[in-house]
């Protein structure tokens, strides 16, 4: 029987699942998942994703707000403003980072959680 603990690492696995295949659905590149829970006080996962543009990102946080909406997933919080090439999006347990090559290239978050482990979805 599985503790109350894996119940919740497979629910935020399967939210998980869901905020990949809005991305996917909407032809986000180069995601990842990172399980940061060993390295991280503020989340257990980080999903990154590319975006070819502002307007791009705008349609990858739309896809991604309605899917989690219809998975009944609240949100902490999320940038309301597309235009600065990286929209965050908290949901808590997961965080989405969606940018643009070019600030995905410049903070560089792949590197900064390179300790972590990836996630196979």
Known sequence: MATSKEKQTN??????RCAVS????????AIRVLDVRET??????????????????KALKAGLDK?????????????????SGWVVVDAFDFMVHLQTEEMRDL???????RD??????
């Open 67 to 83: 899917a989690l909406s219809q998975a009944g997933v609240q949100l902490l919080g999320a940038d309301r403003e597309v235009g």
């Open 22 to 29: 809005a991305i996917e659905d909407k032809k986000g590149e």
């Open 11 to 16: 629910a935020t696995l399967d939210e998980i």
């Open 40 to 57: 991280s006080s503020i989340t257990d996962y980080i999903v990154l994703a590319t975006g070819t543009s502002n307007p791009h990102l």
């Open 107 to 113: 903070y560089r978050l792949d590197y900064l959680w």
């Open 116 to 121: 972590s482990d990836p996630v196979e979805l």
